[in-house]
């Protein structure tokens, strides 16, 4: 059974950094587009970070871009966020998600093709 688990959410001051991590299982992150979605109150689920299906290059919300990096570890079934220079606008629940499309421009952040997902993470930047 395939399942995704988040963790390393938190409480951090503006400016500060966090890492967040997705445990994988029952599948293979080679044959799956791995993201990273997030959920602020009452404001629909946006893309945030994305590898696409077979590993390749990475993509960003422009929002994120040059602050948030994604890693991944295949041997250890595991994608990572680092989040840095954070802004209480980057408040949200933060989510894990695996899709089996092959997706390109905007489909690549959009939460819709995404089947498989955590429960999520929450992440709180405040002073």
């Known amino acids: 059974q395939l399942q995704l688990v988040e963790s390393g959410g938190g409480l951090v001051q503006p400016g500060g950094s966090l890492r967040l991590t997705c445990l994988m299982s029952?599948?293979?992150?080679?044959?799956?587009?791995i993201g990273w979605f997030r959920q602020a109150p009452g404001k629909e689920r946006e893309g945030v970070s994305c590898f696409s299906n077979g590993g390749g290059r990475a993509h960003y919300a422009d929002s994120v871009k040059g602050r948030f990096t994604i890693s991944r570890d295949d041997a250890n079934n595991a994608v990572y966020l680092q989040m840095n220079s954070l802004e209480p606008e980057d408040t949200a629940v933060y989510y894990c998600?695996?899709?089996?499309?092959?997706?390109?421009?905007?489909?690549?952040?959009?939460?819709?093709?995404?089947?498989?997902w955590g429960r999520g993470t929450q992440v709180t930047v405040s002073s």
């Open positions: 998600a695996a899709g089996s499309g092959y997706y390109s421009g905007s489909s690549r952040l959009d939460p819709s093709e995404y089947g498989y």
């Open positions: 029952g599948f293979t992150l080679d044959y799956y587009a």
